[in-house]
């Protein structure tokens, strides 16, 4: 599967913003997926997960109550809609899939198969 992120941009904190994963090639809804997300010179760290059906997200705790993640299986798209951005949200995201059939761990990125190339969201303040 083929994962393009979009829908980053610049922002002022206190803003909102809704990031968009696309995938193609297969079709998403076996896939539990998550967003990371990695500011420079930091490691990539976990920010939202969300199961293949949807009934299960989880997120990091530093974004719970103002993140939200979602996805739509028919339209084969994963949502992350941002609201009261802070600067230090200021990151590229990335959205990744992990394909059925192992155990999921949804902070770890290692243990997500398929990536896409991440868009960058910048929070002033």
């Known amino acids: 599967v083929q994962l393009q992120a979009s829908g980053g941009g610049l922002v002022q904190a206190g803003g909102s913003l809704r990031l968009s994963c696309a995938a193609s090639?297969?079709?998403?809804?076996?896939?539990?997926t998550g967003w990371f997300r990695q500011a420079p010179g930091k490691e990539r760290v976990f920010v939202a997960a969300?199961?293949?059906?949807?009934?299960?997200?989880y997120y990091a705790y530093s974004v719970e109550g103002r993140f939200t993640i979602s996805r739509d299986n028919a339209k084969n798209m994963v949502y992350l809609r941002m609201n009261s951005l802070k600067p230090e949200d200021t990151a590229v995201y990335y959205c990744?899939?992990?394909?059925?059939?192992?155990?999921?761990?949804?902070?770890?990125?290692?243990?997500?198969?398929?990536w896409g190339q991440g868009t960058q969201v910048t929070v002033s303040s």
């Open positions: 990744a899939a992990k394909a059925p059939g192992t155990s999921w761990f949804y902070q770890s990125a290692s243990g997500y198969a398929y």
């Open positions: 090639g297969r079709t998403l809804h076996t896939y539990n």
């Open positions: 969300i199961s293949s059906s949807g009934d299960r997200t």
